[in-house]
């Protein structure tokens, strides 16, 4: 039996640990810097890192006005960020004491998280969300909407992990091409058991997991979505096609066809166009998997 096929959660490049090896060290280079009382020369260096990670994840289109816009946008929106990250190293460092570094190895730190970073996230539409989620709810934060980051998104309890868990191991019993009336039972009862919260830990383990990929769990993470319950409470919290777009290149052209029927629904229930992939991507997909309607996706998407 294949390892993927273990009962374990498994986590990819957009659950918590896999965001959190990039973007940790991303930005705990300026961090560190600032701790060890580095000169300010070192900030633009951080900035540009920044900028190049963001911007290879993102893409913007420098061929029109609004690209070379949103390209300056996001350079000023790097300078804050490095300056506010070497701005809490140096408060750090005047609480603490300072920290004996040398000026490269910070440097060192977030030009590779920025590479690795930039190699892992070449889906920008997910990335985008992801990032636009991000900043939606720190500004929430900010407002005071939200007392704390675990109220949007709790640690799964342990009854919800091993709700969980049961699950992935009842999938792993059936056939790798089970079709919707097999999954479904799974999906429904872990629906029954854990709700809304079984989302975060079925995202994880679905799509490549160490190169690999499961059609089994992708399919399931699409029919837990397709719950009209489900679906409505993932787009009151700006997720609503986030399992969409994690499948929508699939190598299982039956799990692509799913992610593609869960967009049409989003789209025709009025989802925010905000929570949707980007028109770059969809034109992409549609080169890579011809007549396969995301140039359609793209059409109604407006």
Known sequence: ?????????????YSRIGLAAVFLPLYGGPVLSGW????LTTLPVFALTFLLFIAATRRPHLDDAGGRAALVLMAVVQVVLASACFAAGRWIGLVAGPLALTIWLPIAL?????LVGAWRYSDSAEMDVFLDGAIDR???IDRGLVSDWTDIHPEPAAATTQAVERALSA????P?????????PVVQRLEREAGIAAFDPLYDAAGEVDGTEDPRIDRA???FVASPRIRRQLVERGEGAMAAMLLLNAA?????????????????EGVPVDQLPDPVWLDELSEAFPGEGYDEIARLRG
Do not use: C, W, Y
Not at 171 to 174: C, D, G, K, N, Q
């Open 171 to 174: 999938l792993a019993a059936l």
């Open 1 to 13: 039996m294949m390892e993927r096929e273990e009962t374990k959660v498994a986590f990819g490049p």
């Open 221 to 223: 993470l699409l029919r």
């Open 110 to 114: 977030s030009a590779v998280a920025a």
């Open 252 to 268: 299982d052209a039956g799990v692509r066809f799913e992610a593609r029927s869960l967009l049409l629904t989003l789209i025709d």
């Open 138 to 140: 720190l500004n929430e």
């Open 36 to 39: 060890a009382g580095h000169p």
């Open 176 to 184: 790798r091409d089970a079709r919707a009336g097999q999954i479904d």
